[in-house]
Nanobody
Framework: QVQLVESGGGLVQAGGSLRLSCAASGSIVRINVMGWYRQAPGKAREVVARISSSGSTGYADSVKGRFTVSRDNAKNTVFLQMDSLNPEDTAVYFC????????????????WGQGTQVTVSS
């Protein structure tokens, strides 16, 4: 069974930083694009940042210059360094893999983690 497990969320004051991690486990051969999404109360889920297996990145305009996405392919892990946080960043943050090639279950599409809460106080 393949799972994505996020960690690193919490409560931080405005202007502070947090680093999220998402580790994929299971019989994984390769993960294509990994990304971070977030969902605030009463709002739709939105993309925050994405990174390809080769390291190409993309960011939402609202986080450019403040957030940095990175990954460790050897450990099937993706990170999100969040700096200069503000209350508008408060949300549940989800990790996503658009496709995961496995040894036992073929290729899995659109795999999600369970989410981690990030709360930024003013």
């Amino acid at each position: 069974q393949v799972q994505l497990v996020e960690s690193g969320g919490g409560l931080v004051q405005a202007g502070g930083s947090l680093r999220l991690s998402c580790a994929a486990s299971g019989s994984i051969v390769r993960i294509n694009v990994m990304g971070w999404y977030r969902q605030a109360p009463g709002k739709a889920r939105e993309v925050v940042a994405r990174i390809s297996s080769s390291g190409s990145t993309g960011y939402a305009d609202s986080v450019k210059g403040r957030f940095t996405v990175s990954r460790d392919n050897a450990k099937n892990t993706v990170f999100l360094q969040m700096d200069s946080l503000n209350p508008e960043d408060t949300a549940v943050y989800f990790c996503n893999a658009d496709s995961i090639t496995t040894t036992r279950m073929g290729t899995l599409r659109d795999v999600w983690g369970q989410g981690t809460q990030v709360t930024v106080s003013s």
